[in-house]
């Protein structure tokens, strides 16, 4: 009698909706946030912001058939689809050195320093001072004001380019040219332009 071949270990199931949003996102090119998994398919980046947005699309479910597709709670690096990954990545970085040096600022300091100045164990730490720094460097890599300002309110505020152009009196592509030189001088600082836009 010819023996049965082992079966295969079977994937676990996604949880409810995730397939959809994957599938979602992979549809509308948001597949920036999708990572695959031992079994080689394509999963939500567990434990992330994007991982707990919520892509709803209108007619059936599907944009190939005019489905239009609504996403609450957007950041404005994942909402404007025109900037490159290269951008988006660069932005996100510019966003995660602010928020290091806020947030290891935030935490309580020693009390064992001298009202005479004189330390004992106690004043910034070396990583407050490095994360504080490399948000200033790359902030002063952003040369222009008006392009600061709008990489400002959209990467750390997390402002929408209508909110942006409404309070300035600028057109939408201004806002977003002015967007995208910022991200792509933050790129440079980076070092990220010899890499291959995405």
């Not at 950041?75 to 290091?100: C, H, K, M, N, Y």
């Not at 001298?114 to 106690?122: E, I």
């Not at 952003?142 to 400002?152: P, Q, S, T």
């Amino acid at each position: 009698m010819p023996r049965k071949a082992a079966k295969k270990p079977q994937p676990p199931k996604l949880p409810k909706g995730e397939a959809e949003q994957v599938r979602i996102r992979r549809e509308v090119g948001h597949d920036f946030a999708l990572k695959p998994d031992a079994f080689g398919r394509q999963r939500l980046t567990a434990g992330t912001a994007e991982a707990r947005r919520v892509y709803e699309v209108s007619n059936g479910g599907y944009t190939s058939t005019g489905g239009v597709v609504r996403l609450r709670n957007v950041d404005p690096l994942v909402g404007i689809t025109s900037l490159s990954r290269q951008q988006r990545e660069a932005g996100q970085r510019f966003r995660d050195d602010f928020e290091r040096a806020e947030r290891q600022g935030l935490q309580p300091q020693s009390w064992s320093e001298r009202v005479d100045g004189g330390r004992v164990g106690g004043g910034i730490p070396d990583r407050v001072l490095s994360a504080g720094r490399a948000h200033t460097h790359a902030a002063a890599a952003l040369a222009h004001w008006e392009v600061a300002e709008v990489v400002r309110k959209t990467c750390l505020e997390g402002q929408s380019v209508k909110a942006i152009a409404e309070r300035t009196g600028e057109g939408r592509d201004v806002v977003v040219k002015l967007l995208k030189v910022g991200l792509d001088l933050l790129a440079v600082h980076y070092g990220m332009m010899g890499r291959r836009a995405g």
